[in-house]
C-alpha cells in the first residue's frame, strides 16, 4: 500500500482526526505566504456557501516551505470568513498540513493529497493551486458539483485567458492528447482540478509513480488515466486564471514535466491509442467565456533568433530526431525575416509527432529531447503571435480546430514512425 | 407528608414531564387522572427521578391543552379534584419525590370569570385586569407568535367594543402586569398551592408579561420587577420553592430572567437542544461546544434546565436557517411531522430507533451542566403518531403494558382522548413498561442504571464544565468537578469507531474508573490519553488520585 510509506506518523494522526471526509481540498506548497492568504479565503467561503452540510478538510502538502506558508494555511480560521459572509459553518473544519519532503516535487504532493484522500473515503477530492489568487469561491463549486451532483470522477477546469496565454497547452497538448486518446480535454495538465474518490483510488496504484521523471507530471497522467480507464470526464469553467510568474520562465522544465511525460505516456498506452481515430467533445459545464484580446508586447525578434540559433546549434540532435525533410523545411523557415516568419501547422504536427516517436525509441536521452523541443516550440509561438495579431475570439478557437484537425489527420503518420515505416 | 423544601434541591434533580391525562386512567373514563397517577408513582420512583413536572391540570376549555386556564385553584374534572391531587402530591412526596406544577402566569382562557368580569362593561372594577385598547395599532413593534393562525396580537371584542391583547391565541386574552391588583391575584394563586405542598412552579411565557409603546413587549425591565418581586415573596413565606422559566430565548437573553440570583432558580436551555440533535447528526461537536460557550455563568444558586424532547414540538426557533433547514431535511423529511417553526416527534422515532444513540442522547443530558427533564415515555422509547393534530402526537397514553390499551385505561379504546400507538414498531404491544422491566437490557433498565449513577456524584447537578478539544471533532469530551470531585466526561457523537487522544495533563497521576461498570483505566501520565471509542459509544470516568 502507497500509503503505509508515503504519509508520516504526525500526519497520520491527524487524518485520524479527521475521519472520514465528503470533500478534500489539496494544497500543494511551497513558500507561497504572499498568495496563499485570499487563495484560503476563497476555499473556505466556497465551502461554507457551496458546501456548508459536507464533512471537508484543507489538506496541505507542503515541499519545505521556508516562509511560514503551512503555518498560514492552518492558522486561517474560518470564523473570520464567516464574519465577512455571514455564512455560518454547521461543522469543524480541519485545515492540517504535511511537509513530505524538504524540496518541492509536485507529483509527491499529490499523490500525499490522494492517498489521505483514499484514507478518509473522500467522495470528491479537489486541487487548487497556491498561486491562483484570481480564484472565488464557486470555483470550489464548479469543480466539485459535477463529481458530487453527476458522479463525473475528473473535472478538468477551463480558464478564461488571454488568447496568447497558455500557448503550450493550445498548441501542443491540448491537440496531442486529443488526437492520441481522442478525448477532448482542454487543460490535460491543470492546476486545478477535481476527482472522484474511485478515481484517486485507482490513480494511486498506478506504476508511474514509481518514476521521478514520470512522477513530475502527474496530472497528465491523471488526466490519461481518467480517459483510458473509462472514467466520466467533464470540464467546467471557472474564470480569469492569475499567471504565476513562478516558474515562467524555466520553459525547460514545464516542457519536460507536461511534453515528457505525454509521450512517456504513449509506451504503455499503445494498444490502447493505436486503434483510437479522432475524437470527442468532452461535456462542459457552465458559461463559456471570450478569450481576452489586450494586445500585448511581445519581443518577437528575440523568439526568432531564439529559434534559428536552436535549429542551427541543435543540428546534429535534430538529425537523430527529425525526418530529412522536416529538418529541411525548419531550416528554411529559421532563414526568414520576422515579418515573413511562419512555422506552419501541419509542419508542427509532423515534428510533434517525430519527436514523440524519438522519444519513444531513446535515440537519444529522452530529457535532451524533450529539451531540444523548446527553440521549436518558441519559433510555433511565434507564428501564432503573427497569425492571431487581430484575431477574435471565434478565429482563435477556429485555428485550434484546425490544428487539432491537422493532428488527427496526421495521426497515421505517427503510426508509421512507432512502426518504424519511416 | 410534605417533603422539607430543601435549598437549591433542584440543581440535582431529575425531572419527569408527565400529563396527567396521558399517563393513567383510574376510572375507565379513558383520560388519565390523578388516582392514577398516584398509583404509577413506584414506577417514577422505581425510575429513579426525584421529581415530576406536571403540565396543565387546571379547569380549561382546553382549547390549548390547558394552557387556557380558567380557574387557577381547582382541577378539571376529567382529572379529578382538589383532593385528588392533595393525595397524589403526598403519595408522592413519601416517595421523595417533589412536584413541580404549571402557572401559565401570561395570559387566562378567555372564559375565565376574570375575563368574563373584565369584558362585562368598561366600567367593570376588572376592567383593567387585562390589556384593553380603542385601536389595534397599539405595540405594533411586536411580533406575532402564533403566525400560522393569528393575524395580529389584538382581538376584536364585541361586548365590550375594545380590542383585548393577546401574545397567543385569540382565546387567551393577556393579563395586565402593570395592575398591582393582578399581580396580588396571581400571587394568591400560587400561594395557594405553594402552602398545599407544591414545590415549584414552571412559569409559562415569562417575557410577555409587560407591554410597552415602542418596544418589542418582550424581556422588558418591567418584567423582571414582576418575577423579581414574586421571587422575594417566594423566599420570603416557602423558601426552597423553585421557579422555572420556560422563555424560549437565546442564552445571553435568557440570563437576566436568573438576576442576581434573585428571578428565576432555573430556565429552559432551549438552544442546547437541537444542537444535540445537529451534533449528533453532523458527527461533530461544534454545534454543542459553540452554544454552550455562548452560554453566559449564571448566579451560583440558579441553574438551566436541560431536555431532549417535551410536549412541545422539537423547537428550532433558536437555531440559523441553514442549521432549521438542515435539521428538517434530517429529522423531518417528511412535512407531515413539521409544526410551526419545529419537528413534532418523540425522541426514538428522531433517532430511528437506534438505542445506541438514544443511550448517547440521554447519556449527554444527564452529564452536561444542568437539570435534565425527561419526558415521559421516552425512558421506553415510545414512539409518536405524526397524524394526529397539533402536538397532540407526542401526548399518547402511557404504554404500560402489551394489554387492553396498553394498560393506560380499561375503557373502550375509542373512547380514549387519544389513540394509543399501534403500530408494529412502536406500539404498545411492542413498547411496554411491563415488558421491559422484566429485562435486564431493556431501555428502561438502562435508564434507571444510568439515573442510578448519576445520582452517585454531585459533580453532574453542580460542578463545573470544562470542555478538552481533542483534534477528533467527532469525540465531544468535557470534565465536570465539583470539590474533590471530578469527572471526565466523553461522548462519540460518530457512528463509527473512532481514537482519540486526550490532553489530561492537568490530571496527571489520576487513575479512571469507568461509572457504569467500575472498571479501573490506565493512570493518566505526560502523554496524550488515549481512547478508542466504539461507535456512539460514551464514558464517564471518575478521577482518582490513589
Given at each position: 500500500m502507497a500509503e503505509?510509506?508515503?504519509?508520516?506518523?504526525?500526519?497520520?494522526?491527524?487524518?485520524?482526526?479527521?475521519?472520514?471526509?465528503?470533500?478534500?481540498?489539496?494544497?500543494?506548497?511551497?513558500?507561497?505566504?504572499?498568495?496563499?492568504?485570499?487563495?484560503?479565503?476563497?476555499?473556505?467561503a466556497g465551502i461554507l456557501k457551496c458546501f456548508p452540510r459536507e464533512r471537508v478538510v484543507i489538506i496541505n502538502a507542503d515541499g519545505g516551505s521556508q516562509d511560514r506558508t503551512p503555518e498560514r494555511i492552518v492558522g486561517a480560521s474560518i470564523d473570520d470568513v464567516w464574519s465577512v459572509s455571514k455564512v455560518y459553518a454547521l461543522r469543524t473544519l480541519h485545515s492540517i498540513s504535511t511537509r513530505y519532503s524538504s524540496s518541492p516535487e509536485p507529483g509527491t504532493a499529490l499523490r500525499t493529497i490522494l492517498a489521505a484522500a483514499e484514507l478518509l473515503r473522500a467522495k470528491a477530492c479537489v486541487v487548487i493551486s497556491p498561486d491562483s489568487t484570481t480564484i472565488e469561491p464557486d470555483w470550489l463549486q464548479k469543480l466539485v458539483r459535477p463529481i458530487y451532483a453527476d458522479n463525473f470522477d475528473l473535472v478538468s477546469p477551463i480558464y478564461r485567458r488571454h488568447k496568447f496565454e497558455g500557448v503550450l497547452m493550445r498548441d501542443l497538448l491540448y491537440p496531442m492528447t486529443r488526437t492520441i486518446y481522442g478525448y477532448g480535454v482542454r487543460e490535460p495538465y491543470a492546476s486545478e482540478f477535481a476527482i472522484s474518490g474511485r478515481l484517486a483510488t485507482d490513480f494511486l496504484t498506478k506504476e508511474f509513480w514509481n518514476d521521478e521523471r514520470s512522477r513530475a507530471g502527474a496530472e497528465i497522467y491523471l488526466t490519461i488515466a481518467a480517459i483510458t480507464g473509462n472514467y466520466r470526464v467533464c470540464q467546467s469553467f471557472l474564470g480569469p486564471k492569475a499567471h504565476s510568474d513562478r516558474g515562467a520562465s524555466d520553459l525547460v522544465a514545464a516542457m519536460r514535466r507536461t511534453v515528457g511525460a505525454l509521450f512517456s505516456s504513449l509506451d504503455s498506452n499503445f494498444p490502447l491509442w493505436s486503434t483510437i481515430v479522432g475524437s470527442q467533445p468532452v461535456p462542459t459545464l457552465g458559461a463559456q467565456f471570450e478569450v481576452m484580446l489586450e494586445p500585448v508586447r511581445v519581443n518577437r525578434k528575440r523568439l526568432r533568433e531564439m529559434f534559428a540559433t536552436g535549429v542551427a546549434q541543435l543540428e546534429p540532435v535534430f538529425r537523430s530526431i527529425l525526418s530529412v525533410s522536416t529538418?529541411?523545411?525548419?531550416?528554411?523557415?529559421?532563414?526568414?525575416?520576422?515579418?515573413?516568419?511562419?512555422?506552419?501547422?501541419?509542419?508542427?504536427?509532423?515534428?510533434?509527432?517525430?519527436?514523440?516517436?524519438?522519444?519513444?525509441?531513446?535515440?537519444?536521452?529522452?530529457?535532451h529531447i524533450v529539451q531540444a523541443l523548446v527553440p521549436l516550440y518558441r519559433g510555433r509561438t511565434l507564428t501564432l503571435l503573427l497569425e492571431n495579431r487581430g484575431s477574435s475570439g471565434e478565429d482563435i478557437e477556429r485555428n485550434l480546430e484546425s490544428l487539432c484537425g491537422d493532428f488527427e489527420r496526421l495521426k497515421p503518420y505517427l503510426l508509421e514512425l512507432w512502426a518504424d515505416r519511416k | 407528608m410534605s417533603l422539607k423544601r430543601q435549598a437549591g434541591w433542584y440543581k440535582d434533580a431529575i425531572i419527569y414531564q408527565?400529563?396527567?391525562?396521558?399517563?393513567?386512567?383510574?376510572?375507565?373514563?379513558?383520560?388519565?387522572?390523578?388516582?392514577?397517577?398516584?398509583?404509577?408513582?413506584?414506577?417514577?420512583?422505581e425510575l429513579g427521578v426525584t421529581a415530576i413536572w406536571l403540565m396543565p391540570f387546571y379547569p380549561s376549555p382546553l382549547r390549548d391543552d390547558?394552557?387556557?386556564?380558567?380557574?387557577?385553584?381547582?382541577?378539571h374534572p376529567s382529572y379529578g379534584t382538589l383532593e385528588d391531587f392533595k393525595t397524589f402530591l403526598s403519595v408522592a412526596h413519601d416517595r421523595?419525590?417533589?412536584?413541580?406544577?404549571?402557572?401559565?402566569?401570561?395570559?387566562?382562557?378567555?372564559?375565565?370569570?376574570?375575563?368574563?368580569?373584565?369584558?362585562?362593561?368598561?366600567?367593570?372594577?376588572?376592567?383593567?385586569?387585562?390589556?384593553?385598547?380603542?385601536?389595534?395599532?397599539?405595540?405594533?413593534?411586536?411580533?406575532?407568535?402564533?403566525?400560522?393562525?393569528?393575524?395580529?396580537?389584538?382581538?376584536?371584542?364585541?361586548?365590550?367594543?375594545?380590542?383585548?391583547?393577546?401574545?397567543?391565541?385569540s382565546h387567551q386574552p393577556d393579563l395586565n402586569y402593570d395592575n398591582p391588583a393582578v399581580r396580588e391575584e396571581m400571587w394568591n394563586v400560587m400561594k395557594f398551592w405553594l402552602e398545599l405542598g407544591v414545590d415549584g412552579f414552571r412559569l409559562d411565557a415569562v417575557p410577555y408579561l409587560i407591554e410597552r409603546e415602542g418596544t418589542s413587549c418582550e424581556n422588558l425591565p418591567e418584567t423582571h420587577d414582576v418575577i423579581r418581586e414574586l421571587r422575594k415573596k417566594v423566599d420570603d413565606q416557602f423558601p426552597g420553592a423553585m421557579l422555572l422559566a420556560e422563555a424560549n430565548q437565546w442564552p445571553a437573553d435568557l440570563r437576566p430572567y436568573f438576576g442576581n440570583g434573585d428571578e428565576f432558580h432555573m430556565a429552559f436551555h432551549f438552544p442546547l437542544m437541537p444542537r444535540m440533535f445537529m451534533g449528533l447528526r453532523l458527527e461533530d461537536r461544534k454545534p454543542i461546544t459553540e452554544i454552550l460557550q455562548q452560554t453566559p455563568e449564571i448566579p451560583a444558586s440558579c441553574q438551566w434546565c436541560l431536555f431532549l424532547r417535551n410536549h412541545d414540538e422539537l423547537t428550532l426557533e433558536m437555531v440559523t436557517d441553514i442549521e432549521r433547514d438542515y435539521m428538517y431535511d434530517l429529522y423531518a423529511s417528511d412535512k407531515t411531522m413539521r409544526l410551526n417553526l419545529g419537528i413534532r416527534r418523540r425522541l426514538a422515532p428522531l433517532l430511528d430507533n437506534d438505542r445506541r444513540r438514544i443511550e448517547l442522547m440521554n447519556g449527554m443530558l444527564l452529564s452536561l451542566p444542568g437539570t435534565p427533564i425527561i419526558y415521559y415515555g421516552d425512558e421506553i422509547g415510545m414512539g409518536d403518531n405524526?397524524?394526529?393534530?397539533?402536538?397532540?402526537?407526542?401526548?399518547?397514553?402511557?404504554?404500560?403494558?402489551?394489554?387492553?390499551?396498553?394498560?393506560?385505561?380499561?375503557?373502550?379504546?375509542?373512547?380514549?382522548?387519544?389513540?394509543?400507538?399501534?403500530?408494529?414498531?412502536?406500539?404498545?404491544?411492542?413498547?411496554?413498561?411491563?415488558?421491559?422491566?422484566?429485562?435486564?437490557?431493556?431501555?428502561?433498565?438502562?435508564m434507571k442504571h444510568i439515573i442510578q449513577v448519576r445520582r452517585s456524584s454531585p459533580v453532574f447537578g453542580s460542578g463545573s464544565i470544562e470542555f478538552l478539544y481533542p483534534a477528533n471533532h467527532r469525540v465531544l469530551a468535557y470534565v465536570r468537578q465539583s470539590g474533590k470531585e471530578t469527572v471526565?466526561?466523553?461522548?462519540?457523537?460518530?457512528?463509527?469507531?473512532?481514537?482519540?487522544?486526550?490532553?489530561?495533563?492537568?490530571?496527571?497521576?489520576?487513575?479512571?474508573?469507568?461509572?457504569?461498570?467500575?472498571?479501573?483505566?490506565?493512570?493518566?501520565?505526560?502523554?496524550?490519553?488515549?481512547?478508542?471509542?466504539?461507535?456512539?459509544?460514551?464514558?464517564?470516568?471518575?478521577?482518582?488520585?490513589?
Open positions: 503505509e510509506t508515503l504519509l508520516t506518523d504526525d500526519f497520520l494522526r491527524q487524518l485520524i482526526n479527521v475521519g472520514e471526509v465528503d470533500i478534500l481540498v489539496g494544497l500543494r506548497t511551497h513558500n507561497n505566504a504572499t498568495t496563499i492568504e485570499p487563495v484560503i479565503r476563497a476555499i473556505q529538418l529541411s523545411e525548419l531550416q528554411k523557415i529559421a532563414a526568414l525575416e520576422v515579418d515573413q516568419f511562419i512555422y506552419p501547422a501541419d509542419l508542427w504536427t509532423k515534428t510533434v509527432f517525430e519527436f514523440a516517436a524519438s522519444y519513444h525509441k531513446s535515440v537519444i536521452s529522452r530529457d | 408527565v400529563h396527567v391525562r396521558t399517563f393513567s386512567d383510574s376510572n375507565g373514563d379513558g383520560i388519565g387522572d390523578f388516582q392514577g397517577l398516584a398509583q404509577r408513582l413506584d414506577y417514577v420512583q390547558g394552557y387556557d386556564i380558567s380557574d387557577y385553584r381547582s382541577v421523595g419525590i417533589r412536584v413541580v406544577i404549571e402557572m401559565v402566569a401570561n395570559h387566562t382562557s378567555d372564559q375565565h370569570p376574570w375575563f368574563l368580569e373584565s369584558r362585562s362593561s368598561q366600567s367593570n372594577p376588572r376592567r383593567d385586569w387585562y390589556v384593553w385598547s380603542d385601536t389595534d395599532t397599539r405595540y405594533s413593534g411586536t411580533r406575532i407568535i402564533f403566525l400560522d393562525t393569528e393575524m395580529s396580537n389584538w382581538a376584536w371584542d364585541p361586548i365590550s367594543k375594545s380590542y383585548y391583547w393577546h401574545r397567543f391565541f405524526v397524524y394526529l393534530g397539533d402536538r397532540n402526537g407526542v401526548r399518547t397514553p402511557m404504554q404500560w403494558s402489551g394489554g387492553w390499551n396498553g394498560g393506560f385505561s380499561a375503557a373502550d379504546p375509542e373512547s380514549l382522548y387519544s389513540p394509543a400507538i399501534l403500530n408494529p414498531v412502536y406500539g404498545f404491544q411492542a413498547v411496554n413498561v411491563l415488558s421491559q422491566k422484566r429485562s435486564q437490557h431493556s431501555l428502561l433498565s438502562w471526565l466526561v466523553v461522548n462519540n457523537l460518530s457512528s463509527a469507531a473512532q481514537a482519540v487522544e486526550l490532553d489530561l495533563r492537568g490530571y496527571k497521576g489520576n487513575i479512571l474508573i469507568e461509572m457504569f461498570g467500575r472498571n479501573v483505566f490506565p493512570r493518566i501520565g505526560d502523554l496524550p490519553y488515549l481512547l478508542t471509542m466504539g461507535p456512539y459509544q460514551f464514558y464517564w470516568f471518575k478521577l482518582r488520585r490513589i
